[in-house]
């Protein structure tokens, strides 16, 4: 393969890219981005193009790594020692793929941390989100909230002065009925956007509350099984489970046009394992994105980033039930007897 000069589309590109990336022909470096140079602690100009290998990683390391990466069933993200220009030696996680037609190995490198980053920015960003919606709930049940509750007392007073065989008497009954319905439903609208309290039972307690409302409110047919004991759930991984929860009844409706949804929570047998599975009647997914190889929109992908941050699992497949099924793995915490 002709080395692409300098200054190609390619590199420029590269070098945009915060991971590390390496492409080495043989013994010899091709080419290395910019995030690379920094992180081997090299100016981005002092170019490591066309170095030997030896420069930046241990031969015997290298070659631990090709025969890893080579291997059929190859895990990504492998530890690997570089050497710095320091002379030290900085402990990076790799990618290696090779380039079949060309025969180059290329790699991408990440600091050893790069993942927890990664968490520490996730879990940030639902914190916020979580607040942001929990202001919006406050201002909603009290500003907006209250202010209906004194129009209807306003309207008491009105109704108070009217003679009850005036035609305007009955009008104002029925005024007062939909600020009753509105307030009622700007309660359930707030309820919805709290975080899961920090109490026991808390989880459990929103969860059917959520049921609660999609029955009554909407018509769906919404059903909540509890199989074990979910006291104990932190509120912090709570609100994780209960916002997975929401996004999954609203893509049962949304995209799989579902009319009944069956939520459980359980024990996995012999496991220190808790299961949430929010599974609907629906259309289910298209067999290419059933499997683990579902991309998904913002919602799959928060849900994917919430149970990451309680070091669980989320799965998506088609249940029973004919639709789609969601199923969520955490860990019980420590001390948590086995379930029945
Ligand atoms: N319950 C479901 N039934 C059928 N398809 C679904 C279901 N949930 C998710 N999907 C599919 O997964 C895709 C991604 O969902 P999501 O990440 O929530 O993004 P969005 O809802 O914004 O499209 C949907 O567009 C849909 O094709
Ligand atoms: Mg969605």
Redesign the pocket.
């Known amino acids: 393969m002709q080395p692409l000069p300098e200054d190609s589309p390619l590199h420029l590109a590269a070098d945009l890219v915060e991971d590390g990336i390496l492409i080495t022909d043989g013994l010899r470096v091709t080419y290395a981005n910019a995030a690379l140079h920094r992180m081997l602690g090299y100016s981005p100009v002092a170019s490591l193009h066309g170095a030997p290998l030896q420069r930046v990683v241990q031969d015997a390391s290298w070659q631990v790594a090709v025969t890893r990466a080579s291997a059929a069933r190859a895990k990504p993200w492998q530890p690997i020692r570089m050497l710095h220009k320091s002379a030290g030696t900085t402990l990076l996680r790799m990618h290696l793929v090779r380039h079949a037609a060309s025969g180059c190995w290329v790699a991408m490198l990440r600091t050893a941390d790069a993942g927890r980053h990664q968490q520490g920015s996730d879990e940030r960003l639902l914190a916020d989100l979580e607040a942001q919606q929990k202001a919006i709930a406050n201002d909603l049940h009290d500003a907006l909230g209250s202010d209906l509750a004194a129009i209807a007392l306003m309207l008491v007073q009105i109704q108070d002065q009217i003679a009850p065989a005036h035609p305007l008497h009955s009008r104002i009954v029925q005024v007062r009925e939909r600020i009753h319905t509105t307030a009622q439903n700007t309660r359930r609208v707030s309820r919805g956007m709290q975080a899961v309290r920090d109490a026991p039972g808390a989880l459990v307690h929103a969860l059917e509350q959520l049921v609660v409302d999609w029955q009554e409110f909407r018509g769906l047919h919404c059903e909540l099984q509890v199989e074990g004991d979910f006291d104990g759930v932190p509120a912090a991984v709570g609100t994780h489970l209960y916002r997975i929860t929401q996004?999954?009844i609203?893509?049962?409706l949304?995209?799989?046009g579902?009319t009944a949804v069956l939520i459980r929570l359980s024990e996995v047998p012999g496991q220190q394992l808790h299961e949430l599975t929010i599974e609907?009647n629906?259309?289910?997914?298209?067999a290419a994105?059933s499997a683990d190889n579902?991309?998904?929109?913002?919602?799959?992908?928060?849900?994917r980033a919430r149970a990451r941050l309680i070091h669980g699992t989320i799965g998506?497949d088609n249940g029973p039930l004919g639709?789609?099924r969601?199923t969520v793995r955490w860990p019980r915490p420590p001390g948590d007897p086995a379930g029945a």
């Open positions: 996004e999954a609203n893509n049962a949304q995209h799989g579902a609907d629906g259309r289910g997914l298209q994105a579902l991309e998904g929109g913002s919602g799959i992908r928060s849900a998506y639709g789609c969601v």
